[in-house]
C-alpha cells in the first residue's frame, strides 16, 4: 500500500502530539512489509508521518518538489530532511528549481499519482495559498485518489 501524505504546517505542541499519534494509527493498520509512505518530508505532518512508516518497518520515497525546496525549510529541519532523505528507497523530482507554490503543487500532484491513498491532516479549510493542503486534496479527489482526512479532536493550526 502506497500511502501519500500532506498537511498543515505549522502546528502547536498539542496538535502535533494529536496529530502524531492519528498517523501513527493510521500507519499501523498496514503490515510493514507492504507499506510504502511517500512524502515532500517538509517540518510537520510530512516528516511525522514518513517517521511512523519507517518506525512501523515501512519504506519511504520522497517527492522533492525543487532544487531548492531543502533551502526554503526551516534550518533547524535540515538535518531531519537530509537523513529521511538517505533513508529513501526511492526519490522522484519535478526537475523544477526555484521553490515556489507551483513547485510544491507539482511535487504534489507527482505525490499523489504515485499513492493509492492520500492522508490529509487538514483542517477542511480552503487552503492560504496555491499549493496548499486544500489544493492537495482537491487535486487527488479530481484524479480519483481517495483521500483519508486527519484533523483530530482539538487540533489547530497557527
Known amino acids: ?8 504546517r505549522g502546528m502547536p505542541e498539542a496538535s502535533e502530539r494529536l496529530v502524531r499519534a492519528a498517523l501513527s494509527a493510521i500507519v499501523d493498520e498496514y503490515p510493514a512489509d507492504d507499506l510504502v509512505g511517500v512524502s515532500c518530508i517538509a517540518d510537520g505532518p ?6 511512523a512508516v519507517l518506525d512501523r518497518g515501512g519504506r519511504i520515497e520522497v517527492v ?11 534550518a533547524e ?17 519535478t526537475g523544477l528549481a526555484e521553490s515556489s507554490s507551483e513547485a ?10 504515485v499513492s493509492d491513498l492520500l492522508i ?17 486534496v482537491a487535486y487527488a479527489r479530481r484524479t480519483g485518489v481517495p483521500v483519508r482526512v486527519v484533523w483530530p479532536d482539538g487540533a489547530t493550526r497557527d
Open 77 to 93: 529541519h535540515h538535518a531531519i530532511y537530509d537523513g529521511l532523505l538517505r533513508r529513501a528507497a526511492e526519490v522522484h523530482s
Open 46 to 51: 510530512d516528516t511525522w508521518f514518513a517517521q
Open 120 to 136: 490529509a491532516v487538514w483542517d477542511g479549510l480552503p487552503a492560504r495559498g496555491y499549493g496548499g493542503t486544500a489544493d492537495v
Open 1 to 8: 500500500m502506497r500511502l501519500g501524505i500532506s498537511g498543515h
Open 64 to 74: 522533492i518538489p525543487a532544487e531548492k525546496y531543502r533551502a526554503g525549510l526551516p
Open 104 to 113: 510544491h503543487q507539482a511535487g504534489s500532484e507527482i505525490l499523489v499519482g
